[in-house]
């Protein structure tokens, strides 16, 4: 009770205070008072910003006036004519770097080029790791990088790393991260061929060719360089055309200059189809070499090897194409298999069709028994071949991703060559028409060239009632039309189109709408009457093939 009339005594207390008349002036002028003393602290506090400020810039106009006067002071000592004075700058010079980056131009403008070449060809270890380390540091800079005085500083670099090869390899690196400074390291390409272990000079030269689209200018001193040595089958070699050859196409590599250059290097890449447990380095190796001499270069005194790379890479084939499906879920794994089986099926499918132009020589040069197992070795490959794709197709939701694994495009280009030639797994491959079809379309999204691949073989397949009949079933002859009607589209596109159709060869598109028309006017006796009524076919040129044909 007694808490109770406390309270009640407090809030009469506070009611009274507030409501009487006389205290209103008051509380205006403690109002504005509060506001004027608010004003002086806003005015205050703006003050001190504005002084803080101050002294911040200051601190900074300080901090750059004491920059700019340690960098006059490198720059003094720098120039000096006693090396110590020229050391003792080169030490100030990490600390103000780092500090201040955007120096790093101008101390490379006033830098004592003489000294730092003096110290890179230094044989003392601390004298050249100064000299790298400040080389380094420039390398950061894109401009520098470019510069004429950097590419002037690579002789004395690669002369410091004869001596010191760990020291400066990031140096050289960094070099190479440019295509225009890489230019300028592989200027001296002879030179470091020459001079540095060969492990070393190939992993150099990896790091500036890498930078790079085309390296053609650079192969013949590399070729000329390993020929020297007689380094043919090192295995740093190996792995160097390996590597390289798996980067760059053909074309960005090759030149027909380098022919006489390259064929060292066949030997000893055929040898590893025997030497070696995995073929897959001389795979990459061997594909690249035939693309770029022929086959006929690559195997002209080496018709045995024919025969080995052949078993070789069909055994690879046979025993990893179950593991392709069984590996799907591990992911690098696959990717391995993969790339191994692609590159065993491009080069069967460059050797294949070198076996079909040169069949009656090379079986007057190979045992017939031989031979003989030559064509069964192939025939039980690609009935495989056609397995794996009918169980993979099947089983895989994702038709369009089948459409793009490297497995299945090289594998269909190679098995589409080989159904050209033999005629006898027509059979089994008809069970592939829809497969076959379904692609044909996805090439048409994708790229990849399964119009050109398939169409080959269609012509003779369709020779056999049970392919025509499995053509007839999916309906193949509407994505045959579809297609000759793209191609003619991309002709009518095309400037001097007539003048396209008198080499056909060399047009692609005119090579593939002539298959088409093939395929069509093969199975003409189901092909709807009304397409032959088309406007595609008022071209002279179509319109004579057709009258040919009736």
């Known amino acids: 009770m007694k808490m109770q009339k406390n309270e009640k005594k407090a809030r009469d207390s506070a009611d009274a205070m507030f409501s009487d008349?006389?205290?209103?002036?008051?509380?205006?002028?403690?109002?504005?008072?509060?506001?004027?003393?608010?004003?002086?602290?806003?005015?205050?506090?703006?003050?001190?910003?504005q002084v803080e400020s101050e002294k911040v810039e200051n601190a900074n106009k300080h901090g750059k006036d004491n920059a700019s006067g340690l960098l006059e002071n490198c720059f003094a000592l720098l120039h000096a004519k006693d090396d110590t004075s020229k050391f003792v700058s080169l030490t100030m010079l990490a600390k103000l770097l780092n500090e201040?980056?955007?120096?790093?131009?101008?101390?490379?403008?006033?830098?004592?080029?003489?000294?730092?070449?003096?110290?890179?060809?230094?044989?003392?270890?601390?004298?050249a790791d100064l000299g790298v380390s400040v080389?380094?540091?420039?390398?950061?800079?894109?401009?520098?990088?470019r510069s004429s005085l950097m590419k002037k500083r690579i002789p004395a670099l690669l002369t410091c790393a004869l001596r010191h090869y760990d020291l400066c390899i990031p140096t050289i690196c960094a070099l190479a991260s440019n295509p225009r400074s890489a230019k300028s390291l592989l200027y001296y390409t002879s030179f470091i061929t020459n001079e540095f272990p060969l492990s070393q000079a190939l992993e150099i030269l990896s790091y500036g060719l890498y930078a790079l689209d085309k390296i053609q200018l650079y192969m013949k001193p590399i070729f000329e360089g390993i020929e020297k040595r007689n380094e043919w089958k090192a295995p740093v070699t190996s792995q160097f055309f390996r590597n390289l050859f798996a980067r760059f196409p053909v074309h960005l590599w090759y030149s027909d200059e380098l022919c006489c250059y390259v064929r060292p290097l066949i030997k000893p890449v055929l040898e590893e189809f025997v030497t070696e447990e995995s073929i897959e380095n001389a795979c990459v190796q061997l594909f690249s070499l035939l693309k770029a001499v022929g086959p006929d270069v690559v195997m002209e005194d080496n018709k045995e090897s024919f025969l080995l790379v052949i078993g070789r890479c069909a055994a690879e084939i046979r025993a990893n194409l179950d593991l392709l499906v069984s590996t799907l879920d591990?992911?690098?794994?696959?990717?391995?298999?993969?790339?191994?089986?692609?590159?065993?099926?491009?080069?069967?499918?460059?050797?294949?069709?070198?076996?079909?132009e040169n069949c009656d020589e090379l079986s007057q040069t190979i045992e017939p028994t031989k031979f003989f197992q030559l064509q069964n070795t192939l025939?039980?490959?690609?009935?495989?071949?056609?397995?794996?794709?009918?169980?993979a197709w099947d089983n895989m939701r994702h038709h369009e991703k089948f459409a793009v694994h490297v497995t299945v495009v090289s594998a269909i280009a190679t098995l589409c060559l080989w159904l050209t030639e033999d005629d006898s797994q027509y059979k089994q491959a008809s069970g592939l028409m829809d497969v076959f079809?379904?692609?044909?379309?996805?090439?048409?999204?994708n790229g990849v060239e399964y119009a050109k691949w398939i169409g080959l073989a269609l012509p003779n397949m369709l020779q056999e009632e049970i392919c025509v009949k499995a053509f007839k079933n999916v309906k193949g002859w509407e994505i045959v039309w579809d297609d000759f009607k793209r191609c003619n589209q991309e002709l009518e596109a095309m400037s001097s189109k007539q003048a396209l159709f008198e080499d056909v060869a060399e047009n692609e598109t005119a090579t593939q709408a002539?298959?088409?028309?093939?395929?069509?006017?093969?199975?003409?006796?189901?092909?709807?009457?009304?397409?032959?009524?088309?406007?595609?076919?008022?071209?002279?040129?179509?319109k004579d093939m057709l009258n040919d044909s009736s």
């Open 21 to 49: 008349a006389n205290d209103s002036f008051p509380f205006e002028k403690i109002s504005e008072d509060m506001v004027r003393e608010l004003d002086g602290i806003e005015k205050d506090m703006l003050l001190k910003e």
């Open 100 to 127: 201040n980056p955007n120096f790093l131009f101008a101390f490379w403008e006033q830098m004592d080029m003489k000294f730092l070449d003096r110290l890179l060809g230094s044989k003392n270890y601390e004298y």
């Open 135 to 145: 080389l380094l540091a420039f390398c950061s800079d894109e401009k520098i990088l």
């Open 330 to 356: 591990e992911k690098q794994k696959h990717e391995t298999l993969s790339y191994s089986v692609c590159s065993c099926y491009e080069v069967l499918g460059i050797l294949i069709h070198f076996l079909c």
């Open 379 to 391: 025939s039980e490959l690609f009935g495989d071949t056609m397995e794996f794709i009918r169980d």
């Open 437 to 445: 079809m379904a692609l044909w379309k996805y090439g048409w999204k």
């Open 514 to 542: 002539f298959q088409d028309l093939y395929i069509l006017l093969e199975v003409k006796s189901f092909v709807p009457s009304s397409i032959w009524e088309h406007e595609v076919f008022r071209s002279p040129l179509w």
